[in-house]
């Protein structure tokens, strides 16, 4: 195994509001192997898009603060690092897509202007040369007439379009690493096919590993490698595509894949999890997901388990797989 | 693009109609006799008579309203009835001086409003939001009278730093072309003049611009407070750029259609003259020459000075209305 490009470890991101200290992301750990594309996934509020921004540190402060914990990108922990040396980093080697092309770009700029920008800040390039990979990029990302886009604004451009030009913009600095928050979400179905290719095609083509943010198991299955399951601001699964739709050991895993509608079935109606994600705050106890676990013991209600390797990179927080009696922290 | 200023330049025709005929209207409804008021009480009946027919006021209404059309495309806004000189000459040197002190108190409210504001948008809730937002209520409260004389009392009596009225230095006056008069010392190549001609524009520009400077920030503020909460400001700090770029460019750029159109009805107002600060600082403005003509019952002044403020409200609306278009390039296609 690879050093991993990308390694978080005891990541806790927090907001602090009138309503108390909310722990967002409440202790992740996850790595991504270079060229590997890792989904992460869970339900709307569980803290997948605050990990992303974490990684980033765009987490809007204050109300946010990154409270312990350290991302550490090719060695180096980027935690502590100034904001200068931080936008060094973003839209370099990590850039970012985000949901909704919609209203990530700036509607007062042209595209080209948009994606131009980017180079020339990190490259130092001219207009004119910038200009020209600019063309490059929006040809890459599969623009059949990029000389007619450069011009435009965002407004005149389709959703699918949109989404190819913050790709292109996302990848202008050939990063190392794209964090992808949820970036087929906002769009159709069909365009959604092409826009996740297009992804797994630069994955492929360029060796850029990929942080896949979403809540469509779907996605996953098609896309990535290995999959983060997050639940309540905590992974509560990790591990291969195969082992996580084979063998899913989390309760809420089972429930996620439970819910994905099939063909085969004729069921009235669809399944869900019952109940909801909990609201967050520092004085929850216990296992985050206990409320809507079937399987729910006393001890589950008393502390957290453990996320504990189950077996060859396989690992799951639940204490129906923990045979010890020793209480987690 | 050429379309839509085509466009804009068509609506204007019927605006600039109805400009006009509400003006004309509201002179023909003030009760009294115009030829009574012209050659006064003492006047026979038959001088009046002749008068009447002279000016044509025994023609029908609308064709004395068609006259009145006519002369103003001609660029005739009739005679004063104090001075008996032309209003259209007479009102010019007013409009100059007018229009230097506009341009330079509007640009002094436009940077330090739109810096202002920005500043306290950047931060939330921060003691530099608070201060200025404290200044600029202070700004929009304050007697613009009581500031003008505290600032000759400062800057002119205390200090002696700055002249306390005029336009220029009696003793060696700028040599009038435009009646600008920063102008039409650069035109005779007098710089020396050039920098009294500005020292004699603060204390007036400053005392005309607190208010509009006040409003111009506290609109800044708001809008960038809307628009650093959008997808493309994380877009642009996600892409490396640095704060000033994504604050002073990209939001910047999106929150200046409120602002605009806040800086052209400042505008407007300050050009249609500003009474207050022409009487304290002696500044020779419309302001003033209107205030005179309402004082000496000169009707004719008066309905040409409330159509030169209106026009000019028009013109400046014109031009806000195209730099929305220039600046977000989907006001064209709505």
Not at chain 1, 189 to 202: E, G, K, N, S, Y
Not at chain 2, 96 to 120: C, D, H, P
Not at chain 2, 297 to 306: A, L, M, N
Request: charged share 20%.
């Amino acid at each position: 195994m690879s050093k991993p490009i990308l390694e978080i470890k005891d990541l806790r991101t927090h907001f602090f509001t009138d309503r108390g200290e909310i722990p967002a992301v409440d202790g992740i750990d996850l790595y991504i192997q270079p060229g590997e594309v890792l989904g992460v996934v869970g339900e709307s509020g569980c803290g997948k898009s605050v990990t992303s921004l974490s990684v980033l540190k765009l987490i809007p402060q204050p109300p946010g603060k990154i409270v312990s914990g350290s991302i550490v990108f090719k060695g180096k922990d980027i935690v502590p690092l100034k904001e200068s040396e931080m936008r060094k980093i973003r839209g370099n080697s990590i850039s970012m897509v985000f949901q909704e092309p919609m209203s990530s770009l700036n509607p007062l700029f042209t595209v080209g202007h948009q994606i131009g920008e980017t180079i020339r800040l990190h490259r130092g390039k001219s207009h004119k040369e910038a200009r020209i990979h600019t063309l490059d990029m929006l040809r890459k990302v599969g623009i059949a007439s990029p000389d007619a886009i450069l011009n435009e604004y965002p407004h005149r451009l389709s959703g699918g379009m949109r989404q190819r030009v913050m790709i292109a913009m996302s990848i202008a600095c050939s990063p190392e690493l794209l964090i992808a928050d949820e970036p087929t979400t906002a769009l159709d179905v069909t365009i959604q096919a092409q826009i996740l290719d297009l992804i797994r095609r630069l994955n492929e083509e360029q060796g850029m590993a990929v942080m896949l943010i979403t809540h469509d198991l779907g996605v996953v299955a098609e896309m990535c490698h290995r999959v983060a399951v997050m639940y309540a601001g905590k992974v509560v699964e990790e591990g291969s595509v195969h082992d996580i739709f084979k063998n899913p050991l989390h309760p809420y895993t089972q429930g996620l894949i439970q819910s994905v509608p099939r063909m085969s079935e004729t069921r009235e109606r669809l399944y869900s999890i019952p109940g909801n994600v909990p609201v967050l705050s520092m004085s929850l106890r216990g296992c985050r997901f206990a409320a809507r676990c079937e399987h729910v013991m006393p001890r589950c209600l008393e502390a957290i388990p453990h996320l504990s390797q189950q077996e060859e990179g396989h690992s799951c927080r639940c204490w129906l797989y923990e045979s010890t009696q020793e209480d987690a922290v | 693009m050429s379309s839509y200023v085509l466009k804009r330049l068509l609506i204007l025709i019927p605006v600039l109609l109805g400009m006009t005929l509400i003006v004309f209207s509201i002179i023909h409804a003030i009760p009294g006799d115009p030829a009574e008021t012209i050659l006064g009480q003492k006047a026979t009946e038959q001088s009046k008579e002749a008068l009447r027919l002279q000016l044509g006021l025994n023609k029908p209404w609308l064709q004395q309203y068609a006259t009145y059309l006519g002369d103003l495309f001609r660029g005739d806004l009739g005679n004063s009835i104090r001075t008996k000189a032309s209003i259209a000459t007479e009102i010019l040197p007013y409009l100059a001086a007018t229009l230097e002190l506009t341009v330079t108190s509007m640009l002094f409210a436009t940077f330090v409003g739109v810096n202002a504001g920005i500043i306290s948008a950047w931060r939330q809730n921060f003691w530099s939001d608070y201060t200025l937002m404290i200044i600029a209520l202070m700004g929009v409260s304050m007697p613009i009278f009581w500031l003008g004389l505290m600032e000759q009392w400062i800057f002119s009596i205390k200090l002696h730093w700055l002249p306390s009225i005029g336009r220029m230095d009696q003793r060696d006056p700028v040599e009038s072309i435009t009646n600008m008069y920063i102008i039409d010392a650069m035109l005779s190549g007098r710089w020396d003049q050039v920098w009294t001609v500005m020292k004699h524009l603060i204390l007036p520009s400053i005392a005309l611009g607190t208010i509009p400077m006040a409003v111009i920030a506290r609109m800044t503020r708001s809008s960038m407070l809307e628009v650093m909460k959008l997808d493309f400001v994380r877009t642009a700090k996600a892409k490396g750029l640095s704060m000033f770029f994504v604050v002073y460019k990209h939001a910047l750029k999106n929150a200046s259609i409120p602002v605009l159109t806040v800086i052209g009805l400042q505008t407007g107002a300050l050009l249609g003259g500003a009474v207050l600060t022409e009487t304290i600082f002696a500044w020779p403005g419309v302001g003033r020459y209107i205030y005179e003509a309402i004082s000496s019952r000169d009707y004719p002044v008066i309905q040409s000075g409330i159509l030169i403020i209106a026009f000019i409200f028009v013109v400046i609306n014109l031009i806000v209305d195209l730099l929305y278009a220039f600046i977000d390039p989907r006001i064209q296609y709505k």
